[in-house]
């Protein structure tokens, strides 16, 4: 549903993607791995229209997205949750999820999907008027999560859902997303450093290196790869 | 040295509050009338501090070009007050659509400075965004005076003294009691607007992180439009209000009421609304005490010297978050 094609993105002078080439299909969970600065939040970034490429096309079911300003995306279904959360700090939790469903206007079904992520993560539903600031590092994360869902995307975009996150964290976050794409059928794409993790739970994963991708193949092989296992998973 | 200091300090503090309870004790009408007088000063502030502290808080620029808007709000008033008026027309009808036409200029003005002078430089430094700010400012004082008059004008109050008012009109005039009161009612609506409204939200939100506003799906362009219209509305009021006030108008008086309003901002902490207005009330309070008791021919020397010592000694002002980002 999502194809990136060729893509070339500057920062200045700096040619942080050199023409990556990237597919995802309807209901799948894919995984962007590589090190840091390869230009794994960068393809996010230009994805969501936050950059913009200087060549390369980005379609969504066959219709050309590369230019389209970021609010016209998310209208189009596609949701980012950023590295570092970026929770608005002075915001409730509600505020913030509130702030999720922003474009859309379809009051009972927000209701219906306020009462679904408090049901995924029962915390917030404590916290709810709580600032969103005051929270770990953990519930933020879940409550960043929660926000995009509360835009009802049809791809969900995660960078780095486990950043500085303890590891039995980590696993419910990981567990979550799964099921967000097994029960809503919402077509996930995640970008990660935690190379074991993430191939784990992908259908299939792109290795990325400076601005390019080097690898491609199904979750499972790209774990048994001697080349990744050196280079990601310290093995 | 530590102990002579605090010596000092504390006989200082002594004499001056001696002094000011002998003062408050001997006339206190009169410390009422400062009082008051200091409260329809501080409104008036913070009805333009409040553009300066919003537009700070999303797009972290001092628009310079704000005490303008204020001054075109008055000037508009002044030409549709006088033009109805020559063609006889009911003074309530003169006094809304005076603060109407006013309301729609500035806004209009306060638009089109945003789209012109700095969303050209979003991304560029913030120096280049300032002194745009500075150019927009002159280029605006010099365009009213050359379309208008460098002359002062008279400014007919639109507010007329109310009967029922009489009983208190020594202590405080009709137009203070209605610059007070109408300062109260919009700072009440601004709340409503930022706490509940959709765009309200949209404002806060851009404010904390624009970049996760765009994500989300909030137009951040159209939020920082909205802010500047927002800030234009209520600076025209108070442009409105304060020529109402002092009777009198030239293309000039943005730049003065724009500093001391500015000042306002910083000391309650800019960037935070409750701050611009608290910010604003002490420096009209304080102002007014000065002007009172001490020397009245200071006091713009005074305000600067507020300017001077929260940059020293609390530089995020009274209600200014120090932000901590978790990483």
Redesign the interface.
């Known amino acids: 549903m999502l194809k990136l094609t060729n893509i070339h993105t500057y920062y200045g002078n700096i040619h942080a993607l050199k023409g990556i080439d990237i597919e995802v299909a309807e209901g799948e969970v894919i995984s962007l791995i590589g090190a840091n600065g390869a230009g794994k939040s960068t393809t996010l970034m230009t994805t969501?229209?936050?950059v913009s490429p200087k060549k390369g096309t980005i379609e969504l079911n066959g219709e050309d997205i590369t230019y389209l300003?970021?609010?016209a995306l998310?209208?189009k279904g596609i949701?980012?949750v950023?590295e570092?959360r970026?929770i608005?700090?002075?915001?409730t939790v509600a505020?913030n999820l509130?702030?999720?469903a922003?474009?859309r206007n379809d009051k009972d079904k927000i209701k219906q999907d306020l009462d679904y992520v408090y049901e995924l993560f029962p915390i917030l539903a404590n916290r709810r008027n709580q600032a969103g600031?005051t929270l770990s590092?953990g519930e933020?994360q879940m409550l960043a999560i929660s926000?995009a869902l509360m835009?009802r995307p049809k791809i969900l975009l995660l960078d780095e859902p486990s950043l500085?996150l303890a590891p039995i964290v980590v696993k419910q976050i990981f567990s979550i997303i799964e099921k967000i794409n097994q029960e809503s059928r919402t077509t996930i794409f995640i970008v990660e450093q935690n190379a074991n993790l993430a191939l784990k739970a992908a259908h299939r994963g792109y290795v990325m290196e400076t601005g390019r991708i080097t690898m491609t193949d199904t979750g499972k092989n790209l774990l048994a790869n001697e080349d990744v296992k050196k280079a990601y998973l310290g093995i | 040295m530590r102990w002579i200091s605090i010596l000092l300090g504390l006989s200082g503090t002594g004499a001056v509050g001696f002094f000011a309870v002998r003062e408050i004790i001997m006339y206190p009408m009169y410390f009422f009338e400062l009082v008051l007088g200091g409260l329809t000063r501080g409104s008036i502030y913070a009805l333009i501090a409040l553009g300066y502290t919003m537009v700070y808080g999303i797009i972290q620029l001092i628009n310079f070009a704000h005490g303008e808007i204020y001054m075109i709000g008055a000037m508009t008033a002044l030409i549709v007050a006088t033009v109805l008026g020559m063609w006889g027309w009911n003074t309530a009808v003169i006094v809304i659509l005076a603060f109407v036409f006013a309301i729609v200029y500035s806004c209009a003005y306060g638009f089109t400075v945003e789209k012109i002078a700095y969303k050209p430089l979003r991304n560029a430094p913030r120096l280049s965004a300032l002194i745009s700010a500075i150019g927009m400012s002159l280029f605006l004082q010099n365009y009213v005076m050359l379309a208008q008059t460098p002359d002062y004008l008279p400014f007919e109050s639109l507010i007329p003294d109310f009967q029922f008012w009489e009983p208190f009109a020594h202590i405080i005039t009709s137009v203070e009691i209605t610059i007070i009161i109408t300062t109260v009612i919009v700072m009440i609506l601004l709340g409503l607007l930022i706490k509940f409204t959709?765009i309200g939200?949209?404002m806060?939100?851009t404010a904390?992180?624009k970049?996760?506003?765009?994500?989300?799906?909030?137009?951040v362009n159209n939020v920082i439009s909205a802010t500047f219209v927002v800030g234009s509305a209520t600076a025209a009021i108070g442009g409105v209000l304060i020529a109402c006030h002092v009777g009198q108008i030239n293309f000039y008086i943005g730049f003065l009421a724009g500093l001391k309003a500015f000042i306002a901002a910083v000391l309650g902490g800019i960037g935070s609304i409750p701050g611009a207005v608290l910010g604003s009330l002490v420096l009209g309070i304080s102002e007014s005490f000065f002007t009172g008791y001490f020397w009245s021919e200071y006091e713009d020397v005074f305000a600067f010297a507020i300017l001077v010592l929260i940059l020293i000694f609390r530089p995020s002002g009274i209600l200014g978050r120090h932000?901590t980002q978790?990483?």
């Open positions: 969501c229209g936050i300003p970021p609010d998310v209208k949701c980012q950023p570092g970026r608005f700090p002075y915001l505020e509130d702030m999720g922003f474009l600031g590092g933020q926000r835009s500085g | 959709r939200k949209a806060r939100a904390q992180d970049v996760m506003a765009a994500l989300l799906g909030i137009n932000d978790k990483v």
